[in-house]
């Protein structure tokens, strides 16, 4: 069995670094990227096992992340989950095909929450 990777898609450093030290306690291999050019050359060049993204990002949007990852063959189908501070689900739902389930909204989880999360979003990608 392989560490999973997980793709952090964050311009805060001090929230990457967070969630970097998190996943690392929890057994994953964390890369993280800044910005969301660099976050989807990362994600087609790794194809990690799930792609935390942040929406507001200093040079193209998650949203755009999100679509440039969805259109390739292996992106198709990637585990993404959405973390923001500034868009509603409303809003997120205009602009991505993403299950409610998959957006937090900051600060209204705790990093045992995520973890939580993440592992079960790992745990149901690999039984389908």
């Known amino acids: 069995m392989t560490t999973p990777t997980i793709l952090v898609i964050e311009d805060s450093i001090y929230l990457a670094e967070s969630l ?8 994953y ?3 993280h990227r800044a910005t969301g050019t660099a976050g989807v050359t990362a994600a087609l060049e ?10 507001r990002l200093p040079d193209i949007t998650g949203y755009e ?10 992106g198709a189908t990637a585990n993404i989950m959405v973390l923001t501070a500034s868009e509603s689900i409303d809003n997120i739902a205009k602009h ?20 939580e999360k993440i592992a079960t979003k790992l745990a149901s990608s690999t039984t389908q």
């Open 96 to 115: 991505i095909d993403l299950p409610r389930v998959d957006v937090l909204f900051k600060p209204d989880w705790s990093m045992k929450q995520l973890a």
């Open 65 to 74: 992340v999100y679509r440039q990852v969805r259109a390739t063959t292996w």
């Open 29 to 31: 291999n964390p890369v």
């Open 20 to 27: 970097i030290d998190m996943l690392e306690i929890k057994g």
């Open 46 to 55: 790794l194809e990690p096992d799930l792609i935390l993204l942040d929406i």
